[in-house]
């Protein structure tokens, strides 16, 4: 099992825990630096996913076998405690992660947009349908076609023509094909409905989501998940408005000052 390569490492003061930052389906490690600067004081860590940026070359796999590279990743790199912020897929493998990686060092669990899972086999399996025609066409037509689609599905609402095109020139040198493998790995349809688990958890835990993310939104309200909602910004909340979204976790993040 191959551990993976980190973007950026940052040392903090005191003892805090290490802030893990994990990103979604075509980012990378680069995608938190709008709101890093504002956790100057804690040391921090961002990954890219297999199949992504420093990591493109590694073959993704299932969230137990992603769980476990996460552990390895960061016993490699000597990280004690660590709290996991996730968006997107990488929030749906911090939940999975904090449910099922059975890691005494995690001491805290924030996501934002992220789906805790499907409740029964046949929203799996359209969900499954859903994502392997996307990933067909990630391996197989040019990349700034599918971005210019996959902008425009209807949790993107909120993204703006000039917003749109700046995303898809900055998704472009993304592996098509890499994306189409993660994307059938870490599908919706395959992950575990984690909604049961998630109320069990001892851990410290919140859910952020953008107040013009109405899905996502009303999915932490209907799931009764300790949630807050960023203003002024969509499904993508962190660059939406990193300031909003820097501010509600640094209070979350409060007792481990």
Known sequence: MTGWAARHQQVGSGRRPCLVWLHGLLGSGDDWLPVLPYFAGWPQLTLDLPGHGANAALPPQPFAALSA???QTLRGLDIGDYIIIGYSLGGRLALYHACHGQDPRLRALYVEGAHPG????PARRQRLRHDRAWAQRFAGEPLAAVLTDWYRQPVFGDVT?????????LRAGNFG?????????????RQPDLLMPLRRLTL????????????????????????WQIPAAGHNAHRGNPQAFAARLLSLLAPFE
């Open 161 to 169: 023509p000039t917003q749109r095109a700046d995303l898809i020139r």
């Open 69 to 71: 590279a996460l552990v």
């Open 204 to 227: 410290p835990f919140g859910y952020l989501c953008g107040a013009q993310d109405a899905k996502f939104s009303a999915l932490a309200e209907q799931a009764q998940l300790p949630w």
């Open 118 to 121: 499907l409740a029964d086999a």
């Open 177 to 189: 094909a890499g994306i189409a493998a993660m994307l059938m790995a870490g599908s919706l349809g």
